[in-house]
């Protein structure tokens, strides 16, 4: 798969990027959290997330096969006792394990574009959004992974349901040393698009949706608040829910 793309890769809702390099030339922010702004997608990465999950072994480890040449590779697992497996799951699929980086946290997840939204700063500094969490869709998806075992498919939304994106963030933040930068909207990182120079494009169903009894104005005062957002294009239709 010498194909495989930077954007299948985000379509894939498997990785997220943690920051741009600091030779990136980006303009410094006058939007929300001064100093800080959301790096885009296209921009040069130092490090890429990847939500593990046995369920997605051969996606993984092709994600990591062709990565992992080009930028460091950090592996999320719910618990320690988890790394052997990865690591073995990884090496039965021709991937060696050795030099990735794995990171046990009880609040990981598998949709790490989704849980996960970082932000960076002048000189390489990198910090994490907390956003707030809705496990919208996680239920749904866990009955169609799982179709017909309806047991299995309860387990896992039973499981998803101890996943928790803000305390991911905030988790992931203190882990790293990095700051947490706190929002009162209601998304997923999946859910948005921005070029890191202060440009957030959304979905108006979409958002209200996520935060219900909130306004389109309510919510663009929460987002422009976000880091380094001076505008935001609202789209009237996005993605079928």
């Not at 921009?43 to 994600?63: K, Q």
């Not at 387990?155 to 996943?163: F, K, T």
């Amino acid at each position: 798969m010498d194909f495989l793309s930077r954007r299948t890769v985000l379509a894939g809702l498997a990785a997220a990027v943690v920051g741009p390099s600091a030779a990136w030339a980006a303009p410094r922010s006058s939007g929300g959290n001064d100093g800080w702004r959301l790096a885009a997608d296209f921009e040069p990465t130092r490090a890429v997330w990847i939500g593990f999950d046995p369920g997605h072994l051969v996606f993984t480890a092709t994600l990591v096969r062709h990565l992992r040449p080009h930028v460091r590779v950090r592996l999320l697992v719910p618990d320690e006792g988890r790394i052997d497996e990865a690591r073995a799951a990884l090496s039965g699929q021709g991937v060696s394990p050795e030099g990735l980086e794995f990171v046990a946290d009880p609040n990981a997840g598998y949709f790490m574009r989704d849980l996960a939204l970082f932000a960076s700063a002048p000189g390489g500094a990198n910090a994490v959004v907390d956003f707030v969490w809705t496990h919208y869709g996680l239920a749904s998806w866990c009955r169609r992974r799982h179709a017909p075992d309806a047991e299995a498919a309860r387990a896992c939304a039973a499981a998803a349901d101890g996943v928790q994106a803000d305390h991911l963030a905030r988790s992931l933040a203190q882990r790293m040393g990095w700051p947490s930068l706190a929002s009162d909207v209601a998304l997923e990182g999946g859910g948005i698009e921005h070029n890191g120079r202060g440009l957030l494009l959304v979905s108006e169903p979409y958002l209200l949706h996520r935060n219900p009894g909130r306004s389109r104005e309510s919510l663009e005062r929460s987002l422009l608040q976000l880091p380094g957002i001076r505008k935001v294009i609202w789209l009237s239709d996005g993605l079928a829910q």
